[in-house]
């Protein structure tokens, strides 16, 4: 739940050449050049993310088979969606957030104001898409707005989502509280997932399928990370464990996704830095506790996106004059993509971005000038 401000790319060379040698190649696809950008792809390499209309709003989409799905929106074709967050399952639902054709009567901007274009105040909700009855609406818990991130193959999925109740500890203009929740199996309504005591906000972020849940919890604030992110959580069978920041800080403390292993990765709040421009990436794992990531040297702040089955992690950093660079962990190593990837003339600029790959080691991601792509593993299988 953090602002990505992406003006510069820098090529960065790391680690010793005999490192990157021994690494895969990737053959890069562009997916959309339409100021598009790939969040999630699964286990059969469909893509879900965004792309720009010619009336400049955004839509969510579905990348796949040399094809792109437009998923509409929650009201009229003028307004914007999106799939935000990586989805990890293989059953074909997708999960997002899109505007309604509903005004919200608070006019917050909501945590969907950070992502989608929304002069009106248009109410915002999460939504699951599946092929055969298209996008539908996730409840609230009695507020306006709501925000889906993932969902799993048993069809559960989880975001957050407003109460009916203001909140003392809201910064304007959001003025409802808002609690983690998890709808489904199927169309059951939205239930609140538990906070720690005294916390009163908090999100859910991503879900595996052995229903373990990761996300925050914190005060309200302005409804996207900082001080809502006080604590890291991962909730299973009723209850949670809070990760523990090492550093301290009490904001930016965020778990972006979780494997099916309960590995965790996202990134860390920094003393001092309460908007979060000097975060940290992590790895949480059950056996080893909390593991600080490597960044290319003269990076100060990151975050690490997604991980799959084989502990291979992805995400970016950026230096200090906002250049971002799209890094891939492995091995103990920490390596940016664009020194793996092979030349393709449809790509125009350097990848930025990476948010999330598959246990195939696909990776999706976007470029500095709004372009969604796929890396395939070079002589690994693929649609693409």
């Known amino acids: 739940m953090r602002r990505i401000f992406c003006p510069l790319l820098l090529a960065v060379c790391l680690g010793a ?41 955004l839509h969510a989409a579905v990348w796949g088979f040399g094809r792109q799905l437009d998923l509409g929106t929650l009201g009229s074709a003028a307004l914007s ?46 939504f699951v898409w599946d092929p055969f009855t298209g996008m539908r609406p996730l409840p609230t818990l009695g507020g306006t707005n709501g925000f889906a991130t993932g969902t799993n193959n048993l069809g559960e999925t989880v975001g957050w989502a407003e109460t009916a109740s203001r909140d003392s500890s809201c910064v304007l203009p959001q003025v409802l509280g808002f609690k983690p929740v998890i709808w489904g199996p199927g169309r059951t309504g939205a239930r609140a997932l538990p906070l720690v005591e005294g916390d009163t906000a908090g999100a859910a972020t991503a879900i595996n399928d052995r229903g373990q849940i990761v996300g925050i919890s914190g005060n309200c604030g302005i409804a996207v990370g900082s001080t809502t992110a006080l604590h890291m959580m991962i909730w299973e069978n009723g209850g949670f464990t809070v990760i523990a920041n090492p550093n301290g800080a009490q904001y930016w403390n965020t778990p972006m996704m979780i494997n099916e292993r309960g590995d965790v990765v996202g990134f860390l709040g920094v003393p ?100 969604a792509i796929i890396a395939t593993p070079v002589g690994a299988p693929g649609h693409w």
């Not at 309460?274 to 990531?293: C, D, E, S």
């Not at 003339?345 to 470029?367: Q, Y």
């Open 17 to 57: 050449a005999s490192a990157a040698s021994a690494q895969p190649l990737y053959r890069v696809t562009v997916l959309s050049s339409a100021g598009a950008q790939g969040n999630s792809v699964n286990d059969f390499g469909l893509v879900g993310g965004s792309y720009t209309l010619a009336s400049g709003a």
């Open 81 to 126: 969606s999106r799939v935000q967050w990586p989805v990890k399952n293989v059953v074909g639902f997708v999960s997002g957030i899109s505007l309604t054709d509903a005004l919200d009567p608070n006019k917050e901007g909501w945590s969907c104001g950070y992502f989608l274009p929304n002069a009106n105040f248009n109410a915002c909700l999460g």
């Open 272 to 371: 001092g830095d309460t908007v979060g421009n000097f975060t940290p990436p992590f790895l949480w794992t059950k056996a080893g506790g909390l593991t600080i990531l490597p960044m290319p040297s003269g990076d100060i702040a990151g975050a690490a996106t997604s991980i799959n089955e084989h502990g291979q992690i992805v995400g970016y950093s950026n230096d200090a004059n906002g250049d971002v660079h799209p890094l891939l962990w492995q091995n103990g190593q920490v390596t940016n993509l664009n020194a793996l990837i092979e030349p393709n003339p449809e790509l125009t600029a350097p990848i930025a971005l990476l948010f999330d790959i598959n246990d195939r080691g696909e990776i999706t991601g976007s470029t500095l000038n709004g372009q």
